[in-house]
């Protein structure tokens, strides 16, 4: 074997070993693709539904490092799986086309990882830079906030962290674990048990509400058969089951206009539901015959309530409805402002995973959160479960009990704490009995706000600074 003297050596080089036949070279592009891609997907089974929110920062220690490469194949396992729900559900209710806008989403969200690892060159960087990603897609007319890092905590007793900083504080801790983990700084294990064995205080309801769950097609909702009748038949039989219940909750788009039966059928009982308008998506709240207010939700799904860029787009949204056989779709009508209906503060559907309109409730006096939703769009996909887990961190972060009411399901009472005390199974008729009380204060996230992002964009700084220092800059 011949070896070649290096001037600046001691000795000589020898060359790398061959390799054998098929077998990748050190550092080969294919073997760290499919590392990224295989860790990505392990990210997306750290958050919601899935139970392994414990794993998050062991996961993420390994996406601490690496470029634009690593970071677009880890999106792309990422959100491939975490957002499989949307070609399931589509699919099922619009037929085959449902599911095309399923890739070019996928697309771009991989594409905002890739570019995160390519800016983030550092740790410090990319601790601070991922959280400022996460609240960077909570603004804007193409907001999306799902697949925040926060939300592998769910589950675990440390969510009430959240009451002080938000789901931002929470990925911010979720990502300081996986740096100290990279760091060999065994320490952090003890910080990160800790959040998963919290002991809670309890929450003492002082009301009961009666939440009804229709179960009507999706489609036929849209179409404008809502059938009312199920709804007045499960109240009836619900407040004849349960004559304590003090509120009746509707969910979101059940009935054109109040029917005129509710009043003899409630007895003095306030009524919230949601109704199916042809402008504004509205909830509103009813008692003895009179309407007290009302909430237009504020926060439109992109291209599902509203279609951006409609003029330079129009020709690709009319195909596209033809297709699904939706007609000629037109956007709802937004809000005005975040605002309480008297005590109660309402989500409608899409809004329950935008912290700042939860908090905006809070902050506007609202006591109690109500979520009115319907998520039978979900189909049989794990969508439904996905979006109940995220709503849950909005009654933390306000320190609000929140009731949920969905046309399917999941339809539920959530605790101040984030436990789910009372739920009925989805996908069927029914009505829950659901313990409440209307609260007062603000919890320091309501009052001081995303301050945590600031926080990650200090961090952020930092890691630049290091990054960019000119060499010897210590001995000056």
């Not at 085959?96 to 570019?115: D, Y």
């Not at 601070?128 to 007793?157: C, D, I, K, N, R």
């Not at 809502?226 to 038949?233: H, Q, T």
């Not at 887990?389 to 009731?403: D, F, I, K, Q, Y």
Request: net charge positive.
């Amino acid at each position: 074997m011949k070896v070649r003297e290096d001037p600046k050596a001691h000795g000589p080089i020898l060359p790398p070993p061959p390799s054998k036949p098929g077998e990748k070279e050190p550092g080969s592009p294919y073997g760290g693709r499919v590392k990224a891609l295989a860790l990505g997907l392990l990210l997306a089974l750290t958050l919601p539904p899935f139970p392994l929110g414990f794993l998050a920062p062991f996961v993420l220690a390994f996406l601490l490092k690496g470029g634009f490469r690593e970071g677009f194949w880890a999106g792309l396992g990422f959100w491939g799986l975490h957002l499989v729900w949307l070609p399931q559900s589509f699919a099922q209710n619009f037929g085959p086309w449902g599911a095309v806008p399923f890739l070019p989403l996928v697309l771009v969200k991989a594409l905002s990882f890739g570019l995160l690892f390519a800016l983030t060159p550092n740790a410090p960087m990319r601790l601070g830079g991922w959280v400022l990603l996460e609240w960077l897609t909570e603004q804007g007319e193409l907001a999306f906030p799902w697949g925040f890092l926060g939300y592998a905590l769910v589950e675990a007793p440390g969510r009430i962290l959240a009451a002080w900083g938000g789901v931002y504080l929470l990925s911010l801790l979720v990502l300081l674990v996986a740096y100290g983990l990279r760091a060999r700084r065994p320490w952090v294990l003890l910080l990160w048990a800790l959040l998963w064995l919290l002991p809670l205080p309890e929450a003492h309801p002082e009301g009961k509400a009666l939440l009804v769950q229709g179960n009507i097609n999706p489609l036929r909702k849209f179409q404008g058969e809502l059938d009312e009748a199920v709804y007045l038949r499960l109240t009836e039989a619900g407040l004849r089951a349960h004559p304590e219940a003090d509120l009746v909750v509707w969910p979101e788009t059940a009935v054109w206009r109040i029917p005129q039966e509710a009043e003899a059928l409630l007895q003095g009982r306030p009524l919230l539901t949601g109704l199916n308008l042809l402008g504004p998506n509205r909830a509103v709240l009813y008692r003895e015959g009179k309407l007290l207010g009302h909430y237009d939700k504020t926060r439109l799904v992109p291209f599902g309530e509203r279609f951006p860029f409609r003029e330079a787009l129009g020709g690709v949204y009319a195909f596209f409805f033809r297709a699904m056989g939706l007609g000629d779709l037109q956007d709802r009508t937004p809000g005005e402002k975040v605002a309480p209906i008297g005590p109660y503060g309402v989500l409608i559907c899409y809004e329950s995973v935008f912290p700042s309109v939860a908090r905006g409730l809070a902050r506007e006096g609202a006591r109690v959160l109500v979520l009115l939703t319907n998520d039978a769009w979900f189909g049989p996909s794990f969508g439904g479960r996905q979006h109940f887990a995220l709503g849950r961190l909005r009654a933390v972060e306000t320190g609000r009990w929140l009731l949920r009411a969905g046309n399917d399901g999941i339809t539920a009472s959530v605790d101040p704490f984030g436990r789910v005390v009372a739920e009925i199974p989805p996908h069927q008729e029914g009505f829950l009995l659901a313990p409440y009380a209307l609260r007062t204060g603000l919890t320091p996230y309501a009052r001081f706000g995303d301050w945590a992002v600031g926080l990650a964009l200090t961090i952020f700084l930092l890691g630049l600074i290091l990054r960019v220092r000119p060499p010897g800059w210590r001995n000056r």
